[in-house]
DNA sequence: TTACGATGGTAACACGAGTTAGTAACGCGC
DNA sequence: GCGCGTTACTAACTCGTGTTACCATCGTAA
C-alpha cells in the first residue's frame, strides 16, 4: 500500500485545497465566534473537509486545549475477581458509558488491583490522559485518593469513601438493608439470621449489616451472635455460612443475605439439607442481579439501580470538570424491595 | 490554590533544574540508545525528574510518536441492551483489560448502538485516538468494519464476520452445540427439543442451531421443526418458549437452549406446569454464566471462558499493533461440557 | 602539528492543532 | 482624497515531546 500518512487530512491540507490559510480553516470548523468568514469561503472549507475526511488529531487537539474529553473508571480488583463482580459491573459501566458519551466525552476502563498500579490515579490526571476519574469502591485506606481530594481533583466514588471531600453515588445501605430485614419482620419472623455479602471491613457490607441489627433493636428484638455469618461474595461461601447456621442448632425461620450471588449458594444448601424455602426458611438476598427472577423460588430481593448508579456517576464527574456547581455531592440513589416468592410468613405463625 | 499550571513538570522544567538542555532529559528518560551521557549527568536529571514528580504529557508524546498505547474495545449494542448482556461482557472484558494492561496499553470502553455512533470506528482511528480496535460480534452487514479490513486496519474481532481478512477469536459454537446435544442424545433421548438463545440472524445462534441438527443427524435422528423456538436473550423468552413447546403438544424429552439466561426462563415454565427438570425433561444451557451451578437443579452447560476470550483477543490485537506477525488469525478456543443436575435419562428410558 | 575519532552534549525542526495580534483591502462619510 | 472602520483574512506563537543534524572539546596517533 501507499504510506498511508501521505494522504492524511490536516488542516494545512484542507488549507491547500481550498486556498486559504491554516487559521481561517481552524475558524470555520470549530465555528470560532467572532470571527467573519463569508459563507462563500466557509462553504468552500467545509467542502474540502469533507473530501478529505478530515477527522481532527486527537493528540494534537489535546496538547493544543489541554483537554481530552476523556475519564477513567477505575475498579481497583484484580482481573480475576473482577469476573466474579461482573454482574453487577456491567450494569454500572454502561451506565457510565450512556452517561459520558452522552457529553462526547470518551471512558477509558482499568480494572486493576491497587499493588499492580500504584501511582495509577495521579499518573492519569498528571500526564493530562484523562480529565477526571470515577472510583469505584475505593479502599479505605486508599492514601493516593484522599491526597487527590485535597487537591481538589475532579473524581466522584462510586460506594462511600472516607475522604469526605470527594463527591459520592451510592445506595443508602443500611436504610435498604433495614427494609429487607423489616419485611420478615413484618410478616412474622422473630428470629432472623444475617449471612454478609463479604468481610465486614468492606463499608457496603459493614453498612447493611448496621442496617440488619437497626431493624431488630427497632423492633425490641435481641441480637444473637451466633445467627451471624460472613460470606466472601461467592455462592460457595454462602453454602458454608448456610450449613454452619444450621448445625449450631440456634433456631431461626429467616436469613437475610446481603448479596445474591451469596444468597443462592444459601438456597442451595439449605435446600440440600431438606429445608423448604420459604415454607421452612424465607430467605432475602440484596442487589437483584438480573435473572434472580427466573429462579424457583424467585428471590425476595433489595434492587439495586446499578445502571442508574453508573449513569448519575458519570454525568456528575462530567459536570465537575465543565466546572459547574454540584449541588448535592453525596447522592443516595433509591432502591426497593422486590417481593418474590422466598419470603413467607413463619411457619408457627 | 497558586494556578496548578505554574508547577506542572516537564522536561523543559527539570533541564533547568539539572543545568542540561531539554534534548538531553528526553534522552536520559527515554534510554535512547546509542547516546553517550555519563552517569553523573544521568543521575542528576534522574533525580530532578523524581522530585519534580515527573509525568510525561500524553498528548505530546502521542502527537511525536504517532502511537496512543491505548485500544477500544466497542460492543455495539445500546445500553439499555448492555447491562442484560452484562454477565457475558463483564468477563470479557476484564480478560482484554488483563491482556492489555500487561503491554502497558489503555483501553477505552464503548458499548454503544451502530446507528447511534455510526463512523465510530473510523473516528478513532483516523483521530489518532487509539491504535487498535477489538469488536465484539458486529453486525453481518457492517460495512465499515469491512472497510478497515481491506485497509489493513488493526482490528481483532470477538465472534464472528463475515470480513474474513479480519483476524477473530471466539469458540466453535457449533461444535460446542453440538456436544451439549450428543450428551442428552447419549442418555438416550429422542425427541430433543431446541431453544435458541436469540434470534437466527445472529451468527453465534445460527450455528449453534446448525450444531444442534449436526448432532441429530449424526445419530440418525430427525429434525423436526415444530420442537424449534427463538429466544431473544432474556428470561422472558425462554419462559414463552417452553409455554408453546408444551402447548404445541409435539412430545419431547429434552431440550437445548442455547444461552443460559433463556434457559432459566425454560426451567421456571416448565416447573409452573408440573414438568419436573430432569425427571421428566431434561435441559441443557450454553454459556455457564456465574452461579448457574448455585440453581437448584444445577443447570447442565458449555462453559465459554469469556475472561479467555477477551485475554486472547486483547494480547492478539497488541501484537498486531507491534507488527508481529499472527500466526493464526481464527483462533477458537475451547468449551467444555459441564455436567450438572438438569440432565439426566429420559422418563420411558 | 595536523588529522581524526570519541565524548558530551545542543540547536532546531517536526507532530497538528488552538489562539492572539496584526494587516491589507475596501467602503463610506465628510 | 483623507481618515476611519469594517471585512476577511494571515503570520506567528503556543502546547510538550521525539528526533536528526550538528558542534565544541579533548585525547591521541601519524
Known amino acids: 500500500m501507499p504510506e498511508p500518512d501521505?494522504?492524511?487530512?490536516?488542516?494545512?491540507?484542507?488549507?491547500?485545497?481550498?486556498?486559504?490559510?491554516r487559521t481561517t480553516v481552524s475558524f470555520v470548523l470549530n465555528n470560532t465566534p467572532d470571527v467573519n468568514i463569508p459563507a462563500k469561503t466557509r462553504q468552500r472549507i467545509l467542502a474540502a473537509a469533507r473530501e478529505l475526511n478530515y477527522v481532527p488529531d486527537f493528540a494534537a487537539r489535546s496538547l493544543a486545549t489541554g483537554r481530552t474529553n476523556t475519564v477513567a473508571y477505575i475498579v481497583r480488583?484484580?482481573?480475576?475477581?473482577?469476573?466474579?463482580?461482573?454482574?453487577?459491573?456491567?450494569?454500572?459501566l454502561s451506565g457510565i458509558s450512556a452517561a459520558v458519551n452522552a457529553y462526547g466525552f470518551h471512558l477509558l476502563f482499568y480494572g486493576i488491583a491497587s499493588?499492580?498500579?500504584?501511582?495509577l490515579y495521579t499518573s492519569l490526571l498528571r500526564s493530562q490522559r484523562v480529565d477526571g476519574l470515577l472510583v469505584s469502591w475505593p479502599a479505605a485506606n486508599d492514601v493516593e485518593l484522599s491526597e487527590l481530594a485535597g487537591q481538589g481533583a475532579p473524581v466522584v466514588v462510586h460506594g462511600s469513601t472516607t475522604c469526605d471531600d470527594l463527591p459520592t453515588v451510592d445506595i443508602d445501605n443500611a436504610a435498604s438493608a433495614r427494609a429487607a430485614v423489616e419485611h420478615l419482620i413484618n410478616l412474622g419472623h422473630r428470629r432472623i439470621?444475617?449471612?454478609?455479602?463479604?468481610p465486614l471491613d468492606h463499608p457496603a457490607v459493614a453498612m447493611r449489616a448496621k442496617g440488619y441489627r437497626d431493624a431488630l433493636e427497632a423492633a425490641g428484638l435481641p441480637v444473637i451472635e451466633q445467627l451471624l455469618q460472613l460470606g466472601n461474595f461467592t455462592g460457595q461461601s454462602g453454602v458454608e455460612a448456610a450449613s454452619a447456621l444450621l448445625d449450631q442448632g440456634e433456631p431461626f425461620t429467616a436469613i437475610f443475605v446481603s448479596g445474591d450471588v451469596v444468597a443462592l449458594g444459601v438456597i442451595k444448601a439449605l435446600r440440600q439439607r431438606g429445608v423448604r424455602v420459604p415454607h421452612d426458611v424465607s430467605v432475602v438476598g440484596f442487589d437483584d442481579i438480573p435473572m434472580v427472577s427466573y429462579l424457583e423460588p424467585g428471590l425476595t430481593t433489595i434492587h439495586l439501580p446499578a445502571q442508574e448508579l453508573g449513569f448519575h456517576a458519570g454525568d456528575m464527574l462530567v459536570q465537575?470538570?465543565?466546572?459547574?456547581?454540584?449541588?448535592?455531592p453525596h447522592v443516595l440513589l433509591e432502591t426497593e424491595l422486590v417481593v418474590r416468592e422466598s419470603t413467607a410468613p413463619p411457619p408457627t405463625a
Open 115 to 119: 499493588d499492580a498500579a500504584p501511582n
Open 193 to 198: 439470621a444475617h449471612v454478609t455479602n463479604g
Open 320 to 328: 465537575i470538570i465543565s466546572g459547574e456547581e454540584v449541588s448535592n
Open 77 to 92: 480488583t484484580p482481573p480475576a475477581k473482577l469476573s466474579v463482580d461482573s454482574l453487577f459491573l456491567g450494569g454500572v
Open 6 to 21: 501521505a494522504k492524511r487530512a490536516t488542516m494545512q491540507r484542507i488549507a491547500e485545497r481550498a486556498g486559504v490559510s
